[in-house]
């Protein structure tokens, strides 16, 4: 029996431990984090799951061969942070791999993923990213990564099913086999890229992908992603420190133009104002989460500039502008051919103001900088559904 897709009828919203602490990350962490997305008003944004990544469990499992929580950095174990996640209105997920080991090398679900499947529902757990190091290659002879990933992927999948408790899965397997082709039905979302980097260009530290070059790979796959389903490229580095704030606007930006999982990676105890602005604007998370669920189309892309349209519900639009060149670029927008002939009303969601536009406008984009606009019910419509 596949997984539920009625768990992510939108792209899932959350944090997750990785890009700000890495494997360094306790039981205290956690408990802080939680009260932290509280005190922000998180949950009330869609901020629903809080995800532990790498570097929870012991280094090694029990006698009953069952994943234990590392004694030191969480002593009171996983069972109580999701009763305390649940009872702050938030969900609780969790990190294991399909290999031998994490990447972290510490002990993972290959030979174990019923157990692990059993354990993680026992907890009451809600999520789980599974990732895609230590995979033994060797043991599928004549398999191409792609046939592994789907034996392993769907193993788990499957033992997660088999609890009846439900789970979203989120396969990180870095885009090898290109997982958009087969994972729906397997998984809740899968990583379309390699790890992202805190950096907006011309970086590949250890493997890491930058924003640009994420951007231009997850941009292609708008077919793949859909209600249920959803490419995945990989968490939000806003607030990091490695990105300007124009930078991370735009990496927040075009991340909900593309609907993907809008997962924290910063340290949220310590939000600063901008970051939790970024984080917090409405429109732009309204247009992660149409119910539509339809990833933005590159519909033009000259010279580093890129124009995003996403179809939203109601017959609406999300439009964007993205300059990934370092001058600023005046650009010629096409309202006619993207949403289409007559007047429109549209609001630009960093702004806030509304205009109405008609035609083709010249338009200036800072550079590295994303505009959004959403179309917006004309005063006709308005009166027709009151
Ligand atoms: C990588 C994964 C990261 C993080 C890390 C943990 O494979 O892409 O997001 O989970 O492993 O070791």
Redesign the pocket.
């Known amino acids: 029996m596949p997984l539920d897709p009625g768990l992510t009828p939108t792209p899932p919203m959350g944090f997750n431990t ?1 890009n700000r602490f890495a494997g360094n990350i306790s039981e205290r962490l956690i408990e802080e984090t939680i009260d932290a997305m509280v005190e922000q008003g998180l949950p009330s944004l869609g901020y629903a799951y809080l995800n532990i ?2 570097g929870w469990m012991a280094s090694s499992r029990d006698r009953n061969g069952r994943l234990m929580p590392d004694p030191d950095r969480f002593p009171g174990g996983i069972a109580p942070l999701v009763e305390r996640a649940h009872a702050s209105g938030l969900k609780l997920g969790i ?1 294991s791999c399909c290999g031998y080991q ?3 090398g510490l002990p993972a679900s290959y030979g174990h993923e019923q157990d692990d499947a059993e354990r993680f529902a026992s907890w009451g757990i809600d999520y789980l ?1 599974q ?3 230590h995979v033994p290659y060797d043991e599928f002879p004549g398999k191409t990564h792609r046939q592994v990933a789907e034996i392993l992927y769907g193993r788990i999948s499957q033992a997660m099913s088999d609890t009846g408790h439900p789970m979203v899965l989120s396969m ?1 397997n ?1 885009g090898d086999g290109e997982p958009w082709l087969w994972a729906r039905g397997i998984a809740h979302l899968w ?1 379309t890229t390699p ?1 992202i980097a805190d950096r907006y260009r011309k970086t590949e530290e250890g493997g890491a992908w930058d924003l640009v070059r994420i951007f231009r790979q997850n941009s292609r796959l708008t077919a793949y992603a859909g209600v249920g389903g959803w490419n995945d490229p ?2 939000l580095e806003v607030g990091n420190g490695g990105m300007t704030e124009v930078e991370y606007r735009s990496h927040f930006a075009l991340w909900c133009l593309m609907a993907a999982p809008l997962l924290i990676g910063t340290d949220l105890r310590r939000l600063s104002a901008p970051t939790r602005a970024i984080l917090g604007n409405r429109d732009l998370i309204a247009i992660d989460q149409d119910p539509l669920g339809r990833q933005a189309e590159v519909t033009e892309e000259a010279d580093g500039v890129f124009t995003l349209s996403k179809p939203l519900k109601e017959g609406h639009w999300a439009l964007g502008v993205f300059n990934a060149t370092d001058v600023l670029q005046a650009v010629n927008v096409d309202w006619t051919a993207l949403v289409g002939p007559g007047t429109h009303r549209v609001k630009e969601v960093w702004q806030g103001g509304e205009d109405t536009v008609n035609g083709r406008s010249l338009i200036e984009v800072p550079p590295h900088a994303t505009l959004v606009w959403r179309t917006q019910a004309s005063a006709q419509t308005e009166a027709l559904s009151r």
Request: glycine share 0%; charged share 40%; hydrophobic share 30%.
């Open positions: 990785w990544d790498d990190y994490t990447c972290m990213k990732d895609w190091c990180c870095w990583r790890d990989d968490m």
